[in-house]
């Protein structure tokens, strides 16, 4: 049972006489419990609704749709309280934050909902038996795993949980069930690289065809470490050590199923110093939002783009300067494409800078990372041009405030120019670099 916190105007709802105050019971016979029971029973063509107003129940037909918006209105999104996490994992990046920032940077979501409406990944670990059932009987697809690793001895180990090894028997259930499984290892070197990562691959294919991806990607470690499990950073050679094993393994899977299904995270192939495979590696890009394949697919869009600007732009009669700031990481892979630009268009100028991170450490080198203070510090007092470009991963994702709590505003007064974001893609790249008017 949920209440009702607001009814649209002229919805069904608002017709069917539901107001604030009142209380949704059930749908179809079903309890409402939140957001995932509500938007699923709520889909069908004039739903059978039993909800309170003070202490009496009423029964109503709500005449809608199939798929139509009833029109009713929550106190939050998910019509209840987030999930928060149950775990203490050896590599947990909340636990590695210094103290002082804003207090929603400090709380550890491990909540199934949002794996399926947000694309979270989650350890299941805070899953009860009611709502792997809820799962299976929405068929709730893909379902978003941190696997880590297979060995539930290991798992406990590193999870800090008790029950971190038994629940993995919920993976079977889910792909018996006909769930896709997106998964990824967060690779904590001595733990669960080497043999251990050997392992928990092949036991993983025992999922297919349920199990559609898995990215592995190294642990973030900040230099707030004090008093938590001593962690070692992925160095040239144990990086391209896991890079081999999972390409190996992907290979096998690739000659066997079609497909690679394994897949390393940009960070690790240059940390390995290898080259990134090509587009066609990564099929799909399932796990771009693990960084996996990210700069790839940047890649083939900005080549994709490039024949095609001199439509939209007088590439010969642009003579402007702007300045990219990015993380490390990133920013030896946009000077190589800022220099794809250059034969295009001479007369703009583009400086590529790659923050060092000092706020969380030098070992952090992605730019989703970067802070105001540290973006304000390394580019104060350089020739940045007319503007400077951040991707828009710097900044809150529904706020213009970096992760120090500095805004957008302050940083660009503190730097005396307009700062501007893009979106990720190589066509919003290319873009920024070349227009002139921001407002369109």
Same mark, same amino acid.
């Given at each position: 049972m949920v209440e009702i916190t607001g009814v649209t105007a002229n919805s069904p709802a608002q017709r069917a006489g539901l107001a604030a105050g009142d209380f949704l019971c059930s749908v179809g016979g079903h309890e409402i419990v939140d957001v995932l029971d509500?938007?699923?029973?709520?889909?069908?063509?004039?739903?059978?609704?039993?909800?309170?107003?003070?202490?009496?129940?009423?029964?109503?037909?709500?005449?809608?749709?199939?798929?139509?918006?009833?029109?009713?209105?929550?106190?939050?999104?998910?019509?209840?309280?987030?999930?928060?996490?149950?775990?203490?994992?050896?590599?947990?990046?909340?636990?590695?934050?210094?103290?002082?920032?804003?207090?929603?940077?400090y709380f550890k979501d491990d909540d199934s909902r949002l794996s399926f409406l947000q694309g979270n990944y989650i350890t299941l670990t805070n899953l009860s038996e009611r709502e792997v059932d809820r799962i299976i009987e929405m068929h709730m697809s893909p379902v978003r795993v941190s696997v880590h690793t297979t060995d539930p001895v290991l798992r406990v180990k590193m999870m800090k949980n008790p029950h971190a090894g038994e629940v993995l028997s919920y993976l079977g259930r889910f792909a018996k069930a006909g769930i896709a499984l997106d998964c990824q290892i967060v690779l904590c070197r001595d733990y669960n690289d080497g043999a251990a990562l050997l392992k928990t691959m092949r036991d993983l294919l025992f999922y297919l065809p349920a199990l559609r991806s898995v990215s592995v990607v190294p642990a973030g470690l900040t230099k707030h470490r004090q008093g938590l499990c001593p962690l070692r950073p992925f160095d040239r050679e144990s990086a391209e050590q896991a890079v081999h094993a999972v390409k190996a393994v992907a290979q096998e899977c690739f000659e066997k199923y079609g497909t690679h299904i394994f897949y390393c995270s940009d960070e690790l192939y240059l940390c390995a110093g290898l080259p990134l495979p090509p587009?066609?590696?990564?099929?799909?890009?399932?796990?771009?939002?693990?960084?996996?394949?990210?700069?790839?697919?940047?890649?083939?869009?900005?080549?994709?783009?490039?024949?095609?600007?001199?439509? &939209? /732009?007088?590439?010969?009669?642009?003579?402007?300067?702007?300045? +990219?700031?990015? @993380?490390? $990481?990133? #920013?030896?892979?946009?000077?190589?494409?800022?220099?794809?630009?250059?034969?295009?268009?001479?007369?703009?100028?583009?400086?590529?800078?790659?923050?060092?991170? &000092? /706020?969380?450490?030098?070992?952090?080198?992605?730019?989703?990372? +970067?802070?105001? @203070?540290? $973006?304000? #510090?390394?580019?104060?007092?350089?020739?940045?041009?007319?503007?400077?470009l951040i991707p828009r991963c710097m900044l809150q994702h529904d706020a213009d405030v970096f992760l120090d709590d500095m805004t957008l505003t302050q940083a660009q007064q503190a730097l005396g120019v307009p700062i501007y974001t893009s979106d990720g893609s190589g066509a919003d790249f290319l873009h920024a670099l070349l227009k002139t008017d921001f407002t369109e």
């Open positions: 509500y938007q699923f029973y709520m889909t069908q063509k004039n739903p059978e609704l039993v909800y309170r107003r003070g202490e009496k129940e009423h029964r109503l037909r709500l005449r809608k749709g199939e798929y139509e918006d009833a029109g009713l209105l929550f106190a939050t999104f998910l019509m209840d309280a987030h999930h928060s996490c149950k775990n203490k994992c050896i590599f947990c990046f909340i636990d590695q934050l210094p103290r002082g920032m804003r207090k929603t940077l587009a066609s590696y990564y099929e799909g890009f399932e796990q771009l939002e693990n960084g996996v394949g990210t700069m790839t697919n940047m890649e083939a869009e900005i080549d994709d783009e490039l024949p095609y600007l001199a439509q &939209d /732009f007088p590439l010969a009669q642009l003579h402007h300067h702007r300045t +990219v700031a990015t @993380g490390t $990481l990133a #920013a030896p892979f946009l000077q190589a494409q800022a220099k794809k630009l250059a034969a295009l268009a001479p007369g703009v100028r583009v400086d590529v800078v790659g923050i060092k991170n &000092d /706020f969380f450490g030098h070992t952090v080198t992605v730019a989703g990372l +970067v802070t105001g @203070g540290d $973006l304000v #510090a390394q580019l104060r007092g350089r020739d940045l041009g007319e503007c400077v």
